[in-house]
Each structure stands twice: as structure tokens, then as C-alpha cells.
């Protein structure tokens, strides 16, 4: 009866009983060996004539042959073993190789290749692709984050105002000022009666202090604040709506920065920078978006086109 092996496992088994020094054991099953792949069957009678060269001794039997024999005779198998590793070819034998000792043979492979594959594990990719996806998510989420009141209270002012940063310094710095006009009233709330009335005897400043700021629904005006830039369009739109929805009107100013567009969203139809500022502090826009600032029309648009609904280019 003939028994088949895979290549590798026949190969192990071989250099196994050498090392225990079972020298007739593996004369006796290389003598009946052969394989119907016609590469491997001439390796095995080249591999036959090796080790009765190297184990026998002439025709009288088997010695103890010496290790260095022994270890030349191994070294060839492994050789053997390498070359046919992925071909994955059968070895024909009339011994059956001891089933326990081939299965102690891939028990004492196994860690090999668990450690093979450890080596290219996935989890940098993982990792690579959790850091990238976070990114994505907080800055697609940008203006959630910053509209929370414990974010703003440790970012430092000017931080987020890339494109336009002495600009926003200067905004910041502008609304830490004291406003000495709401100290006034502030303060005459709070004293008695008569000082009340000296201190807001004026009827125009007793307009001005009721008085609501709103920007103008129906022209640009000469000043505006702006809010936000974004590099596409859609975005910009979208940021528009959310503005309006919270101080009246917004519109999106286009205007070319380096060869490329740029989509500003500003609260336009204030006629002087006074009103601005009034707004500014009254609707506590610098709280809401931090690196809010005022600037003029003039400064950066000649003239300014429509091109549709809330939305103008700066020519």
C-alpha cells in the first residue's frame, strides 16, 4: 500500500529523524520514495545517492555515520524542501511516516507563520484611517465645535482667522474694549433716581441707548462684518443660511485670492463702522464666531456685481 505526503511535510519528517539519529529509519523510507512530478522524482534519487553516500558504510550496513555527514545530508533536504515550498507536490512512500511525528512537525511550524503575519498587521492602517476620518469630521463640523462655550474659552483670539489674522487680532482687541456708553447705563440702572435722570437728561441719549442697530434689508451699505471664508461655493451658501438665520441677513462675497476664488459670508447695509460695532457687541457676534471682524467695501471692492440671489462678486 503507498502512501502520499506533501512535499514540505516529508521533507520535515526526514530531517526530524536525523536529528534524533534515526539513520536506517530514513534510509529505509528514501528507498521506496518517488513522486509523479517528474522534477521532484529526480530529486529524490539524487537525495537517495547523497545520503547512501554519506550515512552507509559499503555495502556492510549502517554505522553511526559522523554529525558533520549528517548535517550535510540535512542541509540538502532543506534545500530540496525550499526549492519545491510552493509547488505543492505529493511524495509516494510504501513506510507511512508516523502520523504523530508529522503532526508534532506542524505543531512546532505554527509559530513561524503566526509571526509571519504578525509582522503585517493592519492596525497602522487602522490607525492611519481613524486619525484621517476624525480630521475630516472636525473640520466638516468646525462651526458646531466653536460655537460651544467651553471651546471658546481656551482658544486664543485670532487663532482660526487664517487668511486675514492682523485683521482679527485688531477685531478682538476692538471688542475687549470697554463700550463707555453701556458702562453709563449700566452704572445708572443701578443708582437712585436722581442720577438716573442727570445722567440720561439728554433725549438723544435716551434714543441712542434704546435704539437696535439692525443691517439694512434692502442696500449693501458701506461696511460690513465678516463671518467666515470657504474655497467652494456650496459651502459658503450653506453658512450663509445659518447666518441669516441668527442676525437678519448675510450674503456671500466672492473675491479672488491668489488666482483662486474665495467665498466670504459677511452682514452687509451698515452705513458707518459705529453701527457695525453697535451690532457687533449687541448681537454678541464676536462670541458666536470668534475672528469676526469690520471691514469696509471700499477697501477690497471697486465695485460689486450680483451674481444671484445673496450672492455678489467683488470686482
Known amino acids: ?30 528507498s521506496d520514495a518517488s513522486s509523479s512530478d517528474p522534477t521532484l522524482n529526480g530529486d529524490l534519487k539524487f537525495l537517495k545517492l547523497r545520503a547512501n553516500k554519506k550515512l552507509m558504510v559499503s555495502a556492510g550496513g549502517i554505522v553511526n555515520p559522523p554529525k558533520t555527514q549528517i548535517q550535510d545530508v540535512i542541509k540538502l533536504i532543506k534545500e530540496l524542501k525550499s526549492a519545491h515550498y510552493r509547488r505543492n507536490v505529493k511524495v509516494n512512500t510504501l513506510t507511512e511516516p508516523s502520523r504523530k511525528a508529522l503532526k508534532q512537525i506542524r505543531k512546532n511550524n505554527q509559530p513561524g507563520i503566526t509571526s509571519l503575519k504578525k509582522k503585517k498587521s493592519i492596525w497602522p492602517w487602522i490607525f492611519l484611517f481613524l486619525f484621517l476620518g476624525g480630521g475630516a469630521l472636525g473640520y466638516y463640523f468646525k462651526d458646531q465645535i466653536l460655537e460651544n462655550e467651553m471651546v471658546r474659552k481656551y482658544i486664543p483670539p485670532g487663532l482660526l482667522s487664517g487668511n486675514d489674522s492682523s485683521k482679527t487680532n485688531k477685531a478682538n482687541l476692538e471688542s475687549g474694549k470697554p463700550k463707555y456708553k453701556n458702562k453709563k447705563i449700566t452704572s445708572s440702572s443701578t443708582s437712585s433716581n436722581s442720577s438716573t435722570s442727570s445722567s440720561l437728561s439728554s433725549p438723544s441719549d435716551l434714543r441712542t441707548a434704546k435704539k437696535k442697530v439692525v443691517p439694512s434689508s434692502e442696500s449693501i451699505g458701506k461696511y460690513f462684518i465678516q463671518i467666515a471664508s470657504y474655497s467652494e461655493l456650496d459651502q459658503a451658501k450653506s453658512k450663509r443660511k445659518r447666518v441669516e438665520m441668527s442676525f437678519d441677513r448675510a450674503i456671500v462675497l466672492q473675491k479672488d485670492l491668489g488666482g483662486k476664488p474665495n467665498y466670504k459670508i459677511v452682514i452687509p447695509g451698515f452705513d458707518t463702522r459705529e453701527n457695525a460695532e453697535d451690532f457687533q457687541d ?18 477690497g471692492c471697486v465695485d460689486l456685481t450680483e451674481l444671484e440671489k445673496d450672492v455678489y462678486v467683488c470686482n
Open 1 to 30: 500500500m503507498a502512501y502520499q505526503t506533501n512535499s514540505g511535510s516529508f521533507f520535515d519528517y526526514l530531517t526530524q529523524m536525523l536529528v534524533e539519529n534515526k539513520v536506517s529509519e530514513t534510509i529505509q523510507i528514501l
Open 282 to 299: 449687541d448681537r454678541k457676534v464676536g462670541r458666536l464666531y470668534i475672528g469676526s471682524f469690520i471691514q469696509p467695501f471700499r477697501s
